[in-house]
Structure formats: C-alpha cells, structure tokens
C-alpha cells in the first residue's frame, strides 16, 4: 500500500443540489427536460452525472460529440443521447447502430444517415436544427419549406424534432422575445405539434426569463450545476460543485516583502500569510490574480494575495486563527463560481469546464 496521500485540491458535488436544479428546470418551464452534460457534464464527471439524471426521467442527454455519446451509453445508461454538434461523416454509421439522436444542418448529412439506415434496416430518429440567429448551425428557415418535402422523403430517417439555439438570451431580452415568436411562427409552418414530437429552444437562460409555452422540451445545462444566467433566479439554485483546497502553510512576513511571482504584491505590515495547495493547474483561473479575489476559510472571506501560481495560491489571514490543515472554499456556496467569473473576465461555464483532471471529483447523495 502506497502512503495515504490526499489531494490537494477536489471538487465536492452535491448530487441532492443536482436534482433539485432539475426540478427546478422542470417547474419553470413545464417542459420534458434534455440534460445537457457536454464536456463531461460541465466538469461535474460526465459518468456520474448521467447516472443520477438518468434515474429523473429525462428525455434526452444532450452531448457535444460521439465520444460522450459513447461514454453514456457504455457506462450502461440507456435514455436517449441527443448530439448538439455537427458529426463527421465517419461517425454516422455508430450513431445509426445506437440510435443516437443527431440534429441536421444540411440535406447531404441527412441522406447520408437515410441511406446508412437504410442499409441497416432502420429508420433513425433525427431533429431538424434551424438557424433563428446564432449562426452556428442549422437550416437556414428561409430554406426550409423548400426542402422539409426532400427531407421527408428519405426513407431511413425519422424527423421527429425541430430546435434551435438563443445567442443572447441573458443579454438581450428583445431580440430573445422575438426570436420565441419567429421559432413559433417556423415550427408552425412546418406543422407544428402535429408533425413534430419535439419542439425546443431555450438553454438555461431561456428556460427561466421566458415563456417556453411553444415548446414541450428545454435544454438546461448551466442551470442543473446550479448557477444561472439570469441573476434574479440565483436564489431558487443550489450550488452543485465546490472547489476545495487546505492550507499546507503559515508562515509570517515582515512588511515589504514580494509574494508570489512578478511581486506585484508587497506586504504593507507584518502579514501571516496562509499557502494554499491549489492553483492554475486545477482551473483556479490565474486571470484571478490582483482583481479583489477571495477565498473563504472558516467561514469567513480571506483576500488573495499577489499572482495564482499553477500549484499554489497566497492568502492573507493576519490576526486569525487559520492553520496548516484548515480547508479552503475556492468556490461554491460562499464564493459563487459566476463572482470568480465576473473578476477573471470570463464566464461561470469556462471556469466549471476547465477544472483539471488532477482535482479529484467526490460526489456526494
Ligand atoms: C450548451 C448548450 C445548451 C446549454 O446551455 P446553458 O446555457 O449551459 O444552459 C443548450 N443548447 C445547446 C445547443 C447548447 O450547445
């Protein structure tokens, strides 16, 4: 047996705040739910996540790619796996003998699944993706009435669903408005509820600032880990991931003294200085560096002091009690991931999803 070593820094989850987050997804939009758990479930353990959710009665997993399709489905969960993203054309042949879900953009990607069912004697159920203004992806709807005939009359596939992407649903509420009634008025001309099983539209942001009544399905992914978009829902969230560290030293520095690289940092006073095992190698954004950072520590804030190294970070715990040992919130409940967001310059979703793998995940019930 090797030494008993613990890590340095693990990301505790909170699969009680993870199901609650569904529930809260369901309520808003009184929609069926497709958890999306792309990019390894937001950095939450792809596996893990899917088996909790799969218990929840969920629609579809929505995935970035066929190797989290994959992963899903090896790990012997069988809801339905919707592909957000574009497939190359070698992957189609597994996604039609798994029967995952796939959204189409072109005519060409349409008759390569139909003819790849049709030599497997299948007919594989796919969404039609429209481009309402993320420009990303889809058909563009002026296109589509003139195709919807050809589409339809391809023999091995099944278009069962029609969705689209909000670019700036948490920032510009009119053009969101608008992009609901345009969806609305697309989906009815193709034939609405009765010719589609699945209509959705909205991502996190979507599904809470909006009336999602033309829809019966929502795409969450942000919202279910407990953080949202829109800053006046925050509250009914529970927060799912926290980041954790301990302090691996305290030691005392006279006044004028440098810490951490550049020594943009130089101590005013006398300053007991906590060391803290965790840093830019773990997705401990080093962006954080000299923006009023905290961390928090025995319930109370302590401030960072001078630049995130990629191991190690410096706090200021003068006239505290802090020890060697004590454990240390990076973020979670106390220091939402989205206040870190603001002070890095980035976004809750870059943060989550760029949590290393060397933080150990531990997932609570
Ligand atoms: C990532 C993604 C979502 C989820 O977005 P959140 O803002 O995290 O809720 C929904 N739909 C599509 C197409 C996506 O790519």
């Keep these: 047996m090797p030494p008993v070593s613990p890590p340095r820094a693990w990301a505790e989850i909170d699969l009680a705040a993870l199901r609650h987050n569904l529930g809260v997804a369901r309520e808003v939009s009184g929609c069926r739910v497709m958890a999306v758990v792309k990019a390894g479930a937001y950095g939450h353990g792809l596996e893990e996540i899917a088996r909790v959710l799969a218990d929840e009665d969920i629609a579809f997993f929505g995935v970035a790619n066929v190797g989290e399709a994959r992963r899903i489905s090896n790990a012997g969960i069988d809801t339905r796996i919707y592909l957000l993203g574009a497939t190359w054309s070698e992957e189609r042949a597994e996604i039609v003998d798994r029967e995952w879900t796939p959204c189409l953009s072109s005519l060409d990607e349409a008759r390569h699944f139909s003819d790849l069912a049709t030599s497997a004697n299948k007919r594989l159920k796919c ?3 429209v481009d309402t203004g993320m420009g990303r992806g889809g058909f563009v709807p002026e296109e589509l009435p003139c195709l919807l005939p050809e589409l339809e009359a391809l023999k091995g596939i099944e278009i ?41 539209l909205s991502n996190s942001a979507g599904l809470l600032g909006y009336d999602n009544s033309p829809c019966n399905l ?20 529970r927060n799912v991931m926290s980041l954790k560290s301990r302090v691996t030293l305290i030691r005392e520095l006279p006044a004028g003294h440098g810490v951490s690289y550049g020594r943009e940092f130089i101590t005013e006073r006398p300053t007991r200085v906590a060391t ?29 002091l ?15 009690t802090v020890e060697v040992g004590d454990e ?3 973020f979670g409940p106390d220091v939402r991931v989205d206040e870190l967001a603001a002070k890095a310059g980035t976004i809750a979703w870059e943060i989550l999803t760029g949590i290393t793998p060397r933080v150990t995940r531990v997932h609570r019930s």
């Design 306 to 320: 001078g630049r995130v190294t990629m191991d190690q970070i410096m706090i200021d715990v003068t006239d505290t």
């Design 328 to 330: 240390v919130e990076l």
């Design 127 to 129: 969404h039609l993706a």
């Design 218 to 237: 929502v795409r969450p992914g942000l919202m279910l880990y407990g953080i949202s978009p829109l800053p006046g829902h925050q509250q009914r969230l």
């Design 276 to 304: 803290v095992g965790a840093g830019y190698g773990d997705g401990y954004p080093r962006s954080l560096s000299g923006k009023g950072t905290e961390v928090v520590i025995q319930d109370r804030r302590f401030p960072l």
């Design 160 to 200: 069962e669903g029609v969705g689209s992407h909000l670019p700036s649903a948490d920032e510009d509420e009119n053009f969101t408005r608008e992009q609901f009634t345009r969806f609305a008025e697309i989906v009815a001309k193709l034939g609405g509820r009765d010719r589609f099983e699945w209509i959705h």
